[in-house]
């Protein structure tokens, strides 16, 4: 918890008490439903919670923007998102439910009213448009683009402070992904944002239309 409020410092009681939640819901819950790997959960806080807050520390969402967490997961980043942004609504889909089953009950456990969740593979989602898509490490950078721009606003609801796009959290040399995507992303080198050494080739790429 502290390695967060080392770089987050802004937070009400109502999310430091949620952040703090966060320990005890994840390892009882990933007892009975593995949705984080074992060897990290006791590194919930910087593995999972501040990769996910990276986006926050660049990305300041409007209020009532609409956000599609695309491949959850276990709830990241939505999750965390959800609890550093409770004024925009967040849309967590994954294909497998019973990750689903863990997300909707953290959610609730947590009182965050501004999250939904949809069992779905991302070309079943129909008729609905979002401000940004957000992922982490679920496809290669082609895959997810194609996936995700029928989805994201042409015209957005609301003016914004950032041009509506695909957001995810990669790793590793990206190069070769990026070049074969055809996108022209920005890219957010996440070691200039956190000292730690777990975010060495870490990175966040935005691309917007």
């Not at 956000?67 to 999750?79: A, C, R, Y």
Request: with cysteine.
């Amino acid at each position: 918890m502290e390695i967060v409020t080392k770089y987050f410092t802004e937070f009400t009681d109502k999310q430091l008490q949620q952040l703090q939640q966060l320990q005890a819901l994840y390892t009882d819950w990933n007892e009975k439903i593995n949705v984080i790997s074992r060897k990290d959960i006791d590194s919930l806080y910087e593995k999972h919670v501040l990769h996910s807050l990276s986006i926050a520390a660049i990305f300041d969402f409007n209020d009532g923007a609409k956000i599609l967490d695309l491949g959850t997961g276990g709830g990241f980043p939505g999750i965390p998102l959800a609890i550093f942004f409770p004024e925009v609504h967040f849309h967590l889909v994954d294909s497998i439910a019973k990750k689903l089953k863990v997300v909707q009950a953290i959610a609730g456990e947590l009182g965050l009213t501004n999250v939904t969740t949809q069992h779905a593979r991302v070309e079943d989602i129909k008729n609905r448009k979002f401000d940004y898509v957000v992922s982490r490490a679920v496809a290669p950078l082609k895959d997810l683009w194609q996936w995700c721009r029928p989805l994201i606003a042409t015209q957005p609801s609301q003016p914004l402070n950032h041009a509506p796009g695909l957001i995810c959290l990669k790793g590793g040399d990206l190069n070769l992904e990026i070049q074969e995507s055809g996108t022209k992303p920005k890219i957010v080198d996440i070691t200039g944002l956190y000292s730690e050494d777990y975010f060495k080739e870490k990175f966040i790429i935005y691309v917007t239309r």
